[in-house]
């Protein structure tokens, strides 16, 4: 191997200007290229499901590279220290949450030595596709809410239709991450639930951004309350 290649600033631009289809590949060339490919590979994860392929059980459907992929992975002793190595490197995540795909949560939590499952994540896009149970949402946003998270986006498309835990829920994620910068929400929210948002953003010492698309609107506290924090540079409110 020529000396090159272990000077990291070279190797990390190029490795930035490769196609990420081509990334799991350049893992695989050498010793040196592995660490800076891998970090790469899973540092934006499209969705879930990919990540769920990682929880230590007998399935095989992934798009991802799996440790067992790559000729130089590290060694382990048990597939939950492979799921944590690679879950440290996650910090962009942009996923749909189903009944379906929240399904195995409820044994990765009580199996993981963690209680946040990416532990640097700093970008979260949330879809909820359908309305699930209180206690499942909750499970949800505690397993993801990491306390370095600076975006988070909340979406969900059963609009009129969405129990008051579900807002609920969303805003009371928020006191695990105090170091939000953005937070963007679109959704039903019930005025009496609404309410809550002015004290919960209001406690967000960094917050910078704010995009609110609330049915049926704001309560006029909440709006006066978002133009009392200092901080804020953004402000769309819908």
Sequence with gaps: MHHIWNVPEILDEILKVTAKPDLPNMARVCRAFWPSAAC???EVVPSI??????????????????AS????????TSGWERFHFYAAFVRDLATNITHENVMSLPDVQSSSEQTVL???????????????????????FSLLMAPNLAVLRCTY??????PDETPTAIIE???????????RFSGSMPGHIASLLGPALSSLSQLRSIRLYIIPGLPL??????????????VLLG
């Design 69 to 76: 992929e790559f000729e130089h992975r590290p060694s382990s």
């Design 49 to 66: 499901t990919h990540w769920l392929a990682l929880v230590p059980r007998d399935k095989e459907h992934s798009e991802y590279p799996r």
């Design 118 to 140: 990416f532990p640097n994540l700093e970008r979260a896009y949330l879809t909820l596709e359908q309305p699930l149970p209180q206690a499942q949402i909750k499970q949800v």
């Design 157 to 162: 498309h059963f609009f009129l239709t969405a």
């Design 40 to 42: 790469l590979i899973w």
């Design 173 to 183: 994620s928020l006191k695990l991450t105090p170091l939000i910068e953005s937070f």
């Design 221 to 234: 506290e909440v709006v006066q309350a978002i133009s009392q924090i200092p901080t804020l540079e953004s």
